[in-house]
């Protein structure tokens, strides 16, 4: 998807998916700002990049396995409550001109991104064992990229 970004100066999140700082997770906080719930909406934009890493093949993940968040302004976008608190509909494509920033996990986290993606399914479901594996993920920060950085991000992967 970063690689279609670059190329195409857009990026279609699947099924028009994105995650925000919504009314719903504001009132599932009892406390932060907007800092912290964005940073909230991006944990939780995380994750569900490890969903899209497990739907890869094996080959592809063992190439690449890193979580990647776009942060964007972007307009329209309607609330999806019935999904998650932080869970919008984009109403199409982003163009990279209101991207804000990429955040990308680095190379000494893909271990434990490949780990978790293959149990975020069964983390989601309760499993114990598959939460403690994939807190191991989430304990890796992503660093953070401006957008003009996305074509030399892309040569070094």
């Not at 009132?27 to 940073?39: I, P, Q």
Request: charged share 25%; no cysteine.
């Amino acid at each position: 998807m970063l690689r279609a970004l670059n190329s195409d100066g857009e990026l279609a999140a699947v099924g028009n998916t994105a995650f925000a700082l919504t009314p719903a997770l504001r009132e599932s906080y009892a406390t932060g700002g907007d800092e912290e719930l964005e940073y909230a909406a991006m944990l939780d934009a995380a994750r569900a990049s490890l969903r899209l890493l497990n739907a890869e093949s094996a080959d592809e993940l063992a190439a690449f396995a890193r979580r990647a968040v776009v942060s964007a302004d972007v307009d329209g976008a309607v609330l999806r409550p019935d999904l998650d608190y932080s869970v919008v509909k984009l109403a199409g494509p982003i163009p990279l001109k209101v991207i804000a920033a990429i955040h990308l996990d680095t190379e000494d986290a893909e271990a434990a991104v490949r780990a978790a993606a293959a149990v975020v399914d069964a983390a989601d479901l309760g499993d114990p064992d598959a939460e403690f594996v994939l807190g191991d993920a989430e304990d890796h920060e992503l660093a953070w990229y401006a957008p003009q950085e996305l074509p030399f991000l892309l040569e070094l992967l």
